[in-house]
Antibody
Framework: EVQLVESGGGVLRPGGSLRLSCETSGFTFDDYGMSWVRQAPGKGLEWVSGISKSGIRIDYADSVKGRFTISRDNAKNSLYLQMNSLRAEDTALYHC?????????????????WGLGTMVTVSS | QSVLTQPPSVSGAPGQRVTISCTGSSSNIGAGKDVHWYQQLPGTVPKLLIYDNNNRPSGVPDRFSGSKSGTSASLAITGLQGEDEADYYCQSFDNSLSACVFGTGTRVTVL
């Protein structure tokens, strides 16, 4: 069974740091690009960052550029998101996601596999 | 502020056909980038409905169809059912931003 399981969320003050992890299983991890997608309470979907299957190509949404760092460990079948200088507007449910339906996409978009997410709350 | 614009809401009676538009620009849909569509039921993770403009993943009913023309794309739902009440999002890649982008989202209501 294909699974993505996020962890590492929590409640913290503005300016704090957090590292999210996404453990994967059930598919050949290093064959696929991966992404982080977030959803603030009551709001729409926002793509946060993506990493190619080799890890060579990486991109970020403008809203997190310079503060967040995505990485992957293909030996551990895991995806990470280092979040620094957190702001109240970063409060959201963070999902890792990929697309097994189309292996050609750079960051796994055509996301047919989603984790349940890990909640990050930034509040003073 | 999303670069892909969708109507906030659409509605229809059971059995009717509704369409949801996704308007982009020459740096995303108009640049030939594929469009994908997601359905999000309340309290659940998004589900891929259409990928690469007009392809349905296994298990998605053929009541859902996608199309693309110029700088826009559309999702059509025929034979609308109560279980189709959900939020729908389009998604593509933007060359100028070098980023994946989601649409603003559309709430479908079955009257």
């Amino acid at each position: 069974e294909v699974q993505l399981v996020e962890s590492g969320g929590g409640v913290l003050r503005p300016g704090g740091s957090l590292r999210l992890s996404c453990e994967t299983s059930g598919f050949t991890f290093d064959d696929y690009g991966m992404s982080w997608v977030r959803q603030a309470p009551g709001k729409g979907l926002e793509w946060v960052s993506g990493i190619s299957k080799s890890g060579i190509r990486i991109d970020y949404a403008d809203s997190v550029k310079g503060r967040f760092t995505i990485s992957r460990d293909n030996a551990k079948n895991s995806l990470y998101l280092q979040m620094n200088s957190l702001r109240a507007e970063d409060t959201a449910l963070y999902h890792c996601a990929t697309g097994l339906v189309d292996r050609s996409t750079l960051y796994g978009d055509a996301f047919d596999i989603w984790g349940l997410g890990t909640m990050v709350t930034v509040s003073s | 502020q999303s670069v892909l614009t969708q109507p906030p809401s659409v509605s229809g009676a059971p059995g009717q056909r509704v369409t949801i538009s996704c308007t982009g620009s020459s740096s995303n849909i108009g640049a030939g980038k594929d469009v994908h569509w997601y359905q999000q039921l309340p309290g659940t993770v998004p589900k891929l409905l259409i990928y690469d403009n007009n392809n349905r993943p296994s298990g998605v009913p053929d009541r859902f169809s996608g199309s693309k023309s110029g700088t826009s794309a559309s999702l059509a739902i025929t034979g609308l059912q109560g279980e189709d009440e959900a939020d729908y999002y389009c998604q593509s890649f933007d060359n100028s931003l070098s980023a994946c982008v989601f649409g603003t989202g559309t709430r479908v209501t079955v009257l």
